[in-house]
Nanobody, 115 residues
Framework: QVRLVESGGGLVQAGGSLRLSCAAS????????MGWYRQAPGKQRELVAS???????NYADSVKGRFTISRDNGKKMVYLQMNSLKPEDTARYYC?????????WGQGTQVTVSS
């Protein structure tokens, strides 16, 4: 029912910035939170940032102060502004919607940070 499409990934040098976008469509009723996850080769998918229905945000310690999650409810969009990127941030980034009883994912967008 909920479909997510990520965009904005790419190849950047360390210290650069990227802005990821997630376009959502479908029934967004009873959304607990939206967030961004990432998964690097050989590692488990991890939460990068999330924003609750009430607007509270949470970040992984590794990205605090560098990444900012935001959303536009009217446009059904969620964004991840990534600044001061590090090679360790290299991963495929996925948009997530946590709906009561369901969990939706996009196909991801690749972020590669060169040293």
């Amino acid at each position: 029912q909920v479909r997510l499409v990520e965009s904005g990934g790419g190849l950047v040098q360390a210290g650069g910035s990227l802005r990821l976008s997630c376009a959502a469509s479908g029934n967004m009723f009873l959304i607990n939170a939206m967030g961004w996850y990432r998964q690097a080769p050989g590692k488990q998918r991890e939460l990068v940032a999330s924003i609750t229905r009430g607007g509270s945000t949470n970040y992984a310690d590794s990205v605090k102060g560098r990444f900012t999650i935001s959303r536009d409810n009217g446009k059904k969009m969620v964004y991840l502004q990534m600044n001061s990127l590090k090679p360790e941030d290299t991963a495929r980034y996925y948009c997530n919607v946590d709906q009561v009883g369901y969990d939706f994912w996009g196909q991801g967008t690749q972020v590669t940070v060169s040293s």
